[in-house]
C-alpha cells in the first residue's frame, strides 16, 4: 500500500486522540510496528489498523510504503494517550473503518462488538513476527489468530 505524506503529514505528539494518529507499537526486541486510528465509536474505544510493516527505531514519520493491514481491532485509548504507543503524527485514514468487526454492531449500539486491551494487541504482534507463542492465554485458544485479517492465512504466519 503506497502513501504520499509530506505534505498531509502533522506532527502530532499531543495525547488527545483523533481519527487519522499514526503511532508506533512496540516489540518485544525493541522494534515498532505501525498503527493508525481507524475510527472512535465509544469515548474511550478507537479501532486502530496495525500494519505488517516494522521499524527498528521510534520512527518520527510515516513511511511512504505500508505493509498489509494485519489486524483491525478495537482497543481503549489508554496505549496511545498514556503514551504507551507513542503518536508520531496524524494523516487520512488509509483503512476503510467500515472493513473492522464493530461496524457490523452499528445498529445495535455496538452490543455484541469487542473491545481488546493493548497487551492482547501487543501480543498479537509479537506473535506475528515469531517472538511470542501464539496460545499464550490458555483460557482464549485462538484468540490472537482470530484478530488477524482474513488476507493472513495459516500457510502465511508460522
Partial sequence: ?????SAEFKKNRSRKIEIGDVFMLPLIDGR????????????KVI?????DHLANDLATTFPDVIGSVM???SVFVTEISGG????IGNLPPIVDSRLADFAA????DYVGAKIYTGSIIEALVNA???LADW????ASPGLLRSLLCHSFDEKSIQ
Avoid at 515498532?32 to 469515548?43: E, L
Avoid at 454492531?105 to 445495535?108: D, E, L, N, P, R
Wanted: positive net charge; proline residues 10%; hydrophobic residues 40%.
Fill in 84 to 87: 504507551r504507543w507513542p503518536k
Fill in 1 to 5: 500500500m503506497s502513501h504520499q505524506h
Fill in 71 to 73: 489486524s483491525l481491532p
Fill in 47 to 51: 479501532c486502530v489498523a496495525v500494519f
Fill in 135 to 138: 496460545e499464550p492465554y490458555r
Fill in 105 to 108: 454492531f452499528a445498529q445495535t
Fill in 128 to 130: 506475528f513476527y515469531g
Fill in 32 to 43: 515498532y510496528a505501525y498503527g493508525q486510528v481507524i475510527a472512535r465509536w465509544r469515548p
